[in-house]
């Protein structure tokens, strides 16, 4: 279980005169992409690793109790078992949690607890995805959303705070929110396709870990311009220097448009570069994902046979 950050008020004037150095975060990026993606011999065991830091979401207007509950199924037991036993896997792998609406956190805590599995569930909260409603309400609804059996919170941070460069008030909101969250931990959903610039990245970044985010993440998934690699880049320095400063090791989540198993690989060995080996795990990796857990499962099918699924051969569930 993720030690929780405790949070550590540094000083805001400082943050607020951090620069980032565009050229410097373009070239990284670059040389990233460039990398080369783990060979075929050790893809099976990164996509497992990959799988096993998926939050599968589900956060769409028509979701009912049915979908939530195929969703935790899913999650519990998200490769058929022969596959598993082709790759020797003999322990069960699961992904590293669910991430639902507030209204449906108690469907996806019924089913888990059916299941007797204590598989995390996560619900996004604080006006998702835009964040445009009342303190009182958006405290609430993280409250109501802990109530019914969350463990982990994806707030969306104020844009508009961000954006003024109200780093203070910002700073106060997030702590409002770290406290209403209570034994769950906070992921801090930046919205980075709205806040314009990578400077306004690494300050929202520093800002949220400092009111005691447990996690950052890029994106509800809902802006235009999602989870990119070069934000990446910056919101992975952030950790790390917070890290060098506090000792607080802060967890990161991509999320937003991450559909194919090579994109869950570039994710993976962009955080093992950039921040090493030790942030490799669930505890402090996670890849927000409604459609990549599909991908991932037709390319593991493929390691084991040496061909692709045929549609007909995949599991519908
Ligand atoms: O937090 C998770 C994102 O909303 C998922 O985005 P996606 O549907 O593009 O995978």
């Known amino acids: 279980m993720l030690e929780r950050n405790p949070g550590t008020r540094l000083d805001l004037e400082w943050v607020s005169r951090t620069r980032v150095n565009t050229q ?3 070239r990284r990026a670059q040389q990233i992409q460039g990398i080369r993606l783990p060979k075929d011999q050790w893809k099976a065991a990164w996509l497992l690793k990959a799988l096993s830091c998926i939050d599968l979401t589900t956060l769409s207007g028509d ?6 509950h195929r969703l935790c199924l899913k ?3 998200p490769i058929r078992e022969d596959l598993l036993q082709q790759l020797h896997m003999d322990c069960p792998v699961t992904t590293g949690a ?3 609406y507030p209204s449906r956190v108690c469907d996806a805590v019924k089913t888990l607890r059916e299941a007797n599995s204590t598989l995390p569930v996560a619900s996004v909260a604080t006006g998702f995805p835009a964040g445009q409603t009342p303190l ?3 405290l609430d609804e993280v409250r109501l959303a802990v109530a019914d059996g969350a463990t982990e919170i994806d707030i969306v941070i104020n844009r508009t705070l961000a954006l003024g460069e ?5 700073y106060q909101e997030l702590v409002q929110f770290r406290e209403a969250c209570a034994h769950a931990h906070m992921k801090a959903i930046l919205a980075v396709g709205e806040l314009g610039t990578f400077t306004s990245v690494y300050r929202a970044s520093l800002v949220c870990m400092m009111a005691g985010s447990d996690f950052i993440k890029t994106s509800t998934g809902k802006e235009p311009v999602n989870a990119t690699i070069p934000v990446a880049v910056v919101m992975s320095r952030a950790i790390r220097d917070y890290y060098i400063i506090t000792g607080h090791k802060v967890g990161f989540k991509p999320a937003g448009g991450i559909r194919t198993a090579d994109d869950a690989l570039l994710w993976l060995v962009l955080v093992k ?10 505890e402090l990796f996670r890849i927000g994902a409604s459609s990549l857990l599909a991908d991932i499962e037709r390319q593991l099918y493929r390691h084991v046979t040496g061909k692709y699924a045929a549609f007909h051969e995949l599991p519908l569930a």
């Open 75 to 77: 999650a519990l037991q």
């Open 136 to 138: 009182s309400v958006r």
């Open 63 to 68: 979701d009912t109790q049915s979908n939530v």
């Open 98 to 100: 669910v991430c639902v």
């Open 273 to 282: 570069e950039e921040l090493g080996g030790a942030w490799i795990t669930p």
């Open 24 to 26: 410097a975060v373009l």
């Open 166 to 170: 109200q780093w203070e008030a910002l």
